[in-house]
């Protein structure tokens, strides 16, 4: 704790000499480049990265690591924009779903939905300070937003196509409990490094 600590107020007395519009554009810079980090490795599978030939939400984990120091509707708003840009990564390569993409290819939900209702709920945490730093809260907050996430995702196909309940819920287990199992483990690599940038920035927009 004493090491972040102190790597925070490094990273503070740097900022801190910037100058406002440097700060802002690094700001933008740093934010845009993890969640399209995040979006980018949303079909790679590599060792210790897949489970079952699942692997973690990424656009889950930058939503939750968004939405935990942002109000709900901040929140909603990133998991509504990952999850459109997750679309169209889907529509352009593969199904999240992987060997149901043909049959499901031509009604597939939007992911936008179920990362909305996440961020949105996610952000209810900042006001009571549940997480902070804790990681066992922060693997059991992300564990249940995938599980979320994901049965969102599946009730969204029922309603398109109910004659698909038999194929898609069996797949939607398997997928919600490995995708749960990923992210979380995986959500404080991608979390604690950007809550430091995030709060060293609001630290100093404080202190000028």
């Not at 990362?115 to 009571?128: D, K, M, P, T």
């Not at 693997?139 to 599946?154: K, M």
Request: glycine share 8%.
């Amino acid at each position: 704790m004493n090491t972040i600590v102190a790597l925070q107020r490094r990273w503070e007395a740097a900022i801190y000499q910037w100058p406002v519009w440097q700060r802002v554009l690094f700001n933008a810079v740093i934010t845009g480049l993890s969640a399209a980090l995040c979006l980018m490795l949303l079909p790679v599978r590599l060792p210790g990265m897949s489970l079952l030939g699942i692997g973690p939400n990424w656009a889950l984990i930058w939503v939750a690591a968004w939405s935990i120091c942002r109000v709900p509707w901040l929140g909603a708003l990133a998991g509504c924009f990952m999850g459109l840009a997750q679309d169209a990564l889907v529509t352009s390569s593969a199904s999240p779903i992987g060997n149901m993409e043909e049959a499901l290819a031509t009604i597939a939900p939007s992911h936008a939905v179920g990362l909305g209702v996440a961020g949105f709920l996610i952000s209810q945490f900042q006001r009571r300070r549940i997480i902070e730093d804790d990681v066992v809260a922060l693997f059991l907050l992300i564990f249940a937003a995938a599980i979320l996430t994901e049965t969102i995702t599946a009730g969204l196909y029922l309603i398109q196509d109910g004659t698909l309940g038999s194929v898609i819920w069996p797949h939607h287990q398997r997928l919600a409990l490995c995708s749960a199992i990923l992210s979380s483990l995986w959500g404080p690599a991608v979390y604690f490094p950007l809550k430091l940038w995030w709060q060293a920035i609001a630290n100093v927009e404080k202190n000028t």
